[in-house]
Structure formats: structure tokens, C-alpha cells
């Protein structure tokens, strides 16, 4: 009889920079469909974590699981789709269109070298379809807005087609409007595709409202569970050792 393990598990996990502990004993689990915020001060381990989740680097100790499998064994690394840090903000000054660049999200399964065939074509449209950016394909990447560039971003990461999207920090420095676009089309992503997401930000107020799972994260795991557990006393005191002030957006 088969068992149904999570879809991401973690136990054990430490790492550290130079003897500077970032990941402390890090132990949790992931389950297929959930969409889970990661919360936590600068240097809490938060894009280490993420790194991590994606294979690029290796815990120094304790194992990751993804779908029971080690990672380090894990070999289909395409079922987990990236956004790393900032990208989006990035300056773009190569000339490259946004369907070359969600297009090149496929190397990692057809290789550096690969010829695109007739189903590719087919997974890169419908990865732009789903980004809502299909009349953008021929737009250059330096012509976008930020909010755009973070959509082509995700369209290539989905071109993939992962079980698994994870993001870090994806609304820096994108205006509050398009961030609520961004935060419903996640939405789309997560409950009509059941896509698992994971993501980093530091907007307290708005994960509180958005996601299913808040994991809180300052070198060692604080919490994880509902995101009602934000509105408990000295919750967010402890993870940040201060007092913040939430900031409403109005929904």
C-alpha cells in the first residue's frame, strides 16, 4: 500500500555562511496544492531556504524531500518553476522578445541546443495564455513594465509545466494595483491549476489575506500554519523583535 507523503518536505535542515548560521534545524512540510508565505527580517535565511527548494544549493545538514525523493537524487528538477530576487527589476538591455525569453525556459528539458518542435511551440503559447501576456509575445523585454516583466518572468518558469512555482520577493518595487493583479492571477494559478506556490514577501497584511499556509522564518522556524496565527499577540513581535505596523491595502 502506498503512502501519500507531502509534496515538499524539510527536516533537520542547517546551513551557514563563513560559520554564520542562516538555517537553523529548519523542519516542515509542504503539501500538493497548498500556497504557502514565507515571512521573516533581512538575513532570517528566507532566499537561502528558496535556494535551496530549487536545488541550488545544499543544506550542510538534515535532508530535503521532494515528492519523497532527496533532492540531490530529485531528477526532475523542471517540476519546480523560479522566480529568483529582483529579476524583474532588473535592467533589460538585450534585445530579446518575450516569447525567446519564455521560450528558453524549455532548456532544461530539451537542452542548450534542442530544436523547438510543434509541442513546444504549443506549451510556450499556453504558458503565455495563462500569464495573461499572449498579446505581449513580440513586445521586447526592455519595453515592459515591471509588473509585465514579472508575468514573463512566471510564463517561463511555467513553461516547464511544474508541480511546483516558487518565488522570491515577486512585487518589489511594482505599484499596489498590479501587485493585486499579480496576487489574483497567483491565486488563478494555485486554485484552478492546482499549482503549489511558495513565495517570500514581506507584506504581512496582504499574506495574511492572500495565502493558505504563513511559514515564519528568522534562521530557525518560529511558525507555520493558518495565516490567522499572524493576528495572534507578539506573533509578529517575536519574528521581528519589534513592533510593526501592518499596512492595509484595501482589498
Same mark, same amino acid.
Given at each position: ?11 533537520? +535542515? ?6 554564520n ?14 500556497y504557502?508565505g ?9 532566499t ?14 538534515? @535532508? ?8 540531490s537524487?530529485y531528477k ?5 518553476g ?14 530579446? /522578445?518575450?516569447y @525567446?525569453? +519564455?521560450e528558453?525556459?524549455l /532548456? ?14 504549443e506549451?510556450? @503559447?499556453?504558458?503565455?495564455? +495563462? ?9 521586447l ?6 509588473g ?5 518572468? +512566471?510564463?517561463?518558469?511555467l ?9 522570491d ?8 494595483? /498590479?501587485?493585486?493583479?499579480?496576487y489574483?492571477?497567483?491565486?488563478e ?11 517570500v514577501?514581506h507584506?504581512?497584511?496582504v ?8 511559514l515564519?522564518l528568522?534562521r530557525?522556524?518560529?511558525?507555520m ?7 495572534e ?7 521581528y523583535?519589534?513592533?510593526i ?5 484595501g482589498?
Open positions: 500500500m502506498q503512502i501519500d507523503r507531502p509534496l515538499i518536505e524539510l527536516k533537520e +535542515v542547517n546551513f551557514a555562511y563563513n560559520g548560521t542562516v538555517l537553523d534545524h529548519i523542519s516542515f512540510s509542504v503539501e500538493k496544492g497548498d504557502v514565507i515571512i521573516g527580517p533581512n538575513g532570517g535565511g528566507k537561502t531556504l528558496l535556494r535551496m527548494l530549487v536545488g541550488l544549493i545544499k543544506p550542510q545538514s538534515g @535532508e530535503i524531500r521532494i515528492e519523497g525523493v532527496l533532492i537524487d526532475n528538477k523542471s517540476q519546480i523560479y522566480v529568483p530576487q529582483r529579476i524583474a527589476q532588473d535592467s533589460v538591455s538585450f534585445p530579446a /522578445t518575450v @525567446e525569453i +519564455v528558453s525556459g /532548456t532544461a528539458k530539451r537542452g542548450l541546443f534542442g530544436w523547438m518542435n510543434s509541442e513546444d511551440s506549451v510556450v @503559447e499556453e504558458a503565455l495564455k +495563462v500569464s495573461h501576456i499572449l498579446d505581449l509575445k513580440h513586445r523585454m526592455s519595453s515592459l513594465s515591471g509585465q516583466r514579472q508575468r514573463v518572468y +512566471v510564463a517561463r518558469a513553461v516547464s509545466q511544474p508541480k511546483i512555482l516558487i518565488l520577493e515577486p512585487f518589489v518595487g511594482i505599484d499596489i494595483t /498590479t501587485q493585486k493583479d499579480f489574483a492571477f497567483l491565486k494559478l494555485n486554485e484552478q491549476r492546482g499549482l503549489t506556490i511558495i513565495f514577501s507584506d504581512i497584511d499574506i495574511s489575506e492572500e495565502v493558505k499556509s504563513v515564519c528568522n530557525g522556524l518560529l511558525c500554519g493558518s495565516p490567522s496565527m499572524l493576528h499577540p507578539n506573533v509578529i513581535e517575536n519574528l523583535g519589534k513592533k505596523t501592518h499596512i492595509h491595502h482589498h
